[in-house]
């Protein structure tokens, strides 16, 4: 076949392949330019899941009467004109694409009026031919209908799913573009029923109220409102309490600039500040929002715009995993948490019914906590077994009595004090509020291991190598390797070149000592050509503090006295994380007398 040009239909469809996938693609573009727009309130009308009728109606700005054939011209926006708007760009769409996609694969109908115009405007796209704009009633805003998707490209049509499963995908689509928007009012009508409407939320209880109806409410009664801000960077958001964990990501939500992402740098750091409080096999749950200049991220690498680059993606990465991390280091007992245990705990459904949600809690930057002395962490590996000091004494703890009398005692002990030890395994402690049960080992592990990272911070012992090892890599990773040497010796590595492939391990890290180090580098050399950065030494020196964390902390079965018990409880009220142990499972749960008293139906 011979080199031709192709038609501008042909190149339209090819276009649309690209930015039009599914019913769900048309309503997310449609939505992004109402948004642009300037809307306050969009309503999406479907039927048969979109797979029979679009119809996207706002209050935006409208598009004036002299632009509107413009409109389903290729590559015709209002948004940029220049490289440099393009680099700086804010808008959701900029590349003037979406509109003639969609009509080069559906029927398409325009009205528009703007605020500049007398009355508004229609225009029609039918089989790639576009009418003269003709007068039409419409209020300000702009109304899109679009039928009979991919009509004209059998092929494409025929790997739809089924109406319920294209509506879901819509659904999830307005959902995420909802929570992109807080101060827009959407609606959502299926075959002639109004399914949802979410009003503009503007406060924050109206915000969160937005949350609970998209995540659920059960989302909403376990999160931590965060928010934090440097020169260039702010995040805030909602983060999940480990305890709400997921079988699967799928409540993940990452917005940049206002825009839902898929963005691997801040998944990952999402993930990695949950690393030592989720339990193996759970999705962490998590609203991200994350704003800065435009001019440093590249939005327009991903044909659906859900994937970016960042100028600097390992300051962009370390700020989200270090404010995160921070966060949940917070997740410690207090008299305002129900305790870690999953919320289903008790019910399988929802602890009890009619019971008052657990506050919502905000994040404020913490100081930093001070380190533990060499001679308390030699304490916790004494062989007794893992004595542990009662540092805050009380007379009637000791003699077994444990009431808590007043709110500064509340205040002092969250936990209260023990009472019983249950079967080995269970302190049984009274608080202000009711009683609290703590797994004794999973708590006593979190405690010690939060001591052994403390106490090791900035510290990288180095053991020298009598025979250095020779390591065989590839060019570009030797490269890495000459080119990262201070770091390298900053995490207790002596690596040298030899060669144009081959690296000689001349010293490792003390604690990695017979733990496969020549294994560990390469693989930190492989995150450093993919991602310029690498936590894999971190993570593997944490692994280890776990393992022994978990085999020196206090056994089931030992018994344990009310000072034993008691002191344990107040490291845990100032531990980090100590709402989970090491391998992600909750260490604590509280009753409320409330609760009790339903329990046994009392009052009724």
Same mark, same amino acid.
């Given at each position: 076949m011979p080199i031709q040009l192709l038609s501008d239909s042909l190149i339209s469809?090819?276009? @649309?392949?690209?930015?039009? *996938?599914? &019913?769900?693609?048309?309503?997310?573009?449609? +939505?992004?330019?109402?948004?642009?727009? #300037?809307?306050?309130?969009? *309503?999406?009308?479907?039927?048969?899941? %979109?797979?029979?009728?679009?119809?996207?109606?706002?209050?935006g700005g409208g598009i004036d009467a002299g632009e509107i054939a413009l409109a389903l011209a290729r590559h015709a926006t209002s948004k940029?004109?220049?490289?440099?708007?393009?680099?700086? +760009? /804010?808008?959701? %769409? =900029?590349?003037?694409? $979406?509109?003639?996609?969609i009509a080069s694969v559906s029927r398409l109908s325009l009205v528009s009026l703007s605020g500049r115009g007398t009355h508004a405007w229609g225009i029609e796209a039918r089989d790639g031919e576009v009418s003269a704009p003709a007068p039409a009633s419409h209020s300000l805003g702009t109304t899109v209908e679009v039928r009979d998707l991919f009509f004209n490209v059998p092929a494409r049509r025929k790997f739809l799913r089924t109406e319920n499963t294209e509506y879901q995908h819509i659904v999830r689509m307005l959902e995420r573009l909802a929570l992109s928007r807080f101060d827009v009012a959407f609606t959502l009508v299926h075959n002639g029923k109004n399914i949802w409407t979410l009003p503009a939320a503007i406060?924050? &209880?109206?915000?969160? #109220?937005?949350?609970?109806?998209?995540?659920?409410?059960?989302?909403?009664?376990?999160v931590i409102e965060l928010r934090h801000e440097t020169e260039s960077l702010v995040l805030s958001g909602w983060l999940a309490l480990p305890t709400f964990s997921r079988s699967q990501p799928d409540l993940q939500f990452t917005f940049l600039n206002g825009r =839902?992402?898929?963005?691997? +740098?801040?998944?990952?750091?999402?993930?990695?500040? !949950?690393?030592?409080?989720? =339990?193996h096999g759970r999705f962490c749950a998590y609203l991200l929002y994350v704003n800065l200049d435009p001019s440093l991220v590249d939005v327009n690498a991903h044909p659906q715009k859900l994937e970016v680059r960042f100028r600097d993606s390992r300051r962009v990465h370390d700020f989200v995993f270090k404010t995160l991390e921070k966060v949940l280091a917070g997740t410690r007992p207090s008299t305002e948490s129900a305790g870690s245990a999953p919320a289903d705990w008790l019910t399988g459904a929802s602890r009890f019914a009619g019971a008052?949600? &657990?506050?919502?809690a905000r994040f404020t930057l913490p100081e930093a906590p001070q380190r533990p002395s060499a001679d308390?962490?030699?304490?916790?590996?004494?062989?007794?077994?893992?004595e542990v000091r009662e540092q805050w004494p009380r007379p009637d703890a000791v003699n077994g009595s444990a009431s808590v009398s007043s709110a500064s005692d509340a205040a002092a002990a969250p936990l209260g004090y023990a009472i019983a030890q249950l079967h080995g395994v269970y302190i049984l402690a009274q608080s202000a509020e009711g009683m609290v049960l703590v797994d004794?080992?999973?708590?006593?592990?979190?405690?010690? !291991?939060? /001591?052994?990272?403390?106490l090791l911070a900035g510290e990288t012992a180095q053991q020298q190598l009598l025979m250095p090892e020779i390591l065989n890599v590839t060019p570009a990773?030797?490269? @890495?390797?000459? #080119?990262?040497?201070?770091? =390298? $010796?900053?995490?207790?590595? %002596?690596v040298t070149r030899l060669g144009p492939d081959q690296l000689a391990l001349r010293a490792i890290p003390t604690l990695l000592a017979g733990r496969d180090p020549a294994g560990i580098v390469r693989d930190v050399l492989s995150d450093l050509l993919e991602a310029g950065h690498s936590r894999r030494v971190e993570e593997s020196i944490n692994h280890l503090l776990a393992t022994m964390a978990c085999h020196a902390a206090v056994r089931a079965q030992r018994t344990l006295s009310l000072p034993e018990m008691n002191a344990l409880l107040r490291e845990m009220e100032g531990t980090e994380r100590a709402d989970q142990c090491n391998h992600g499972r909750p260490t604590w749960v509280r009753l409320s007398m409330s609760e009790l008293d339903r329990l046994f139906l009392r009052g009724r």
């Open positions: 469809q090819i276009a @649309a392949g690209e930015v039009i *996938e599914r &019913p769900a693609s048309v309503v997310k573009e449609l +939505v992004e330019n109402a948004l642009d727009a #300037g809307a306050k309130r969009i *309503e999406v009308e479907l039927e048969r899941g %979109g797979c029979g009728s679009i119809r996207v109606r706002d209050d940029i004109a220049s490289l440099d708007d393009l680099e700086h +760009v /804010s808008t959701l %769409g =900029f590349r003037g694409e $979406a509109l003639p996609s406060s924050d &209880p109206q915000r969160l #109220g937005r949350v609970a109806q998209v995540c659920g409410e059960e989302f909403a009664a376990h =839902f992402v898929r963005d691997k +740098v801040l998944i990952g750091a999402a993930r990695l500040a !949950y690393r030592d409080v989720l =339990f008052a949600a &657990p506050a919502q308390a962490y030699r304490s916790y590996l004494s062989p007794a077994g893992a004794m080992h999973a708590a006593h592990e979190r405690v010690m !291991y939060e /001591s052994m990272k403390k990773q030797a490269d @890495a390797a000459e #080119g990262h040497v201070q770091e =390298f $010796a900053a995490l207790g590595f %002596g």
